[in-house]
């Protein structure tokens, strides 16, 4: 694998590793997840299931890639930094 993973780094679906910060790389693997996808069609569809790179409306029948780039902004709500998760520091990252 090449040392830079994407193309554009505005680009929510290519596999960004760096870009305006701050800003979350998601990498599924394989957890359990349960999201609610609202699809232009007119349908609120809901997933409970283990991964989703991808995703399909049960009313258009219409396949979706999600990406893998969350925004990400500062809070300072008491109950946010109370149950906020630890991240580590990556070794490999200056």
Same mark, same amino acid.
């Given at each position: 694998?090449?040392?830079?993973? %994407?193309?554009?780094?505005?680009?929510?679906?290519?596999?960004?590793?760096?870009?305006?910060?701050?800003?979350? %790389?998601?990498?599924?693997?394989?957890?359990?997840?349960?999201?609610? %996808?609202?699809?232009?069609?007119?349908?609120?569809?809901?997933?409970?299931?283990?991964?989703?790179?991808?995703?399909?409306?049960?009313?258009?029948?219409?396949?979706?890639?999600?990406?893998?780039?969350?925004?990400?902004?500062?809070?300072?709500?008491? %109950?946010?930094?109370?149950?906020?998760?630890?991240?580590?520091?990556?070794?490999?990252?200056?």
């Amino acid at each position: 694998m090449s040392e830079k993973l %994407f193309v554009n780094k505005l680009d929510p679906w290519d596999l960004i590793v760096e870009g305006p910060l701050p800003y979350v %790389f998601l990498q599924w693997k394989g957890t359990d997840v349960c999201l609610d %996808f609202y699809c232009p069609c007119g349908a609120d569809t809901h997933y409970d299931g283990y991964g989703a790179a991808t995703v399909r409306c049960p009313a258009c029948d219409t396949v979706y890639e999600l990406a893998i780039r969350l925004n990400a902004r500062k809070t300072t709500d008491p %109950f946010d930094r109370k149950y906020a998760r630890n991240l580590e520091l990556d070794d490999e990252r200056p």
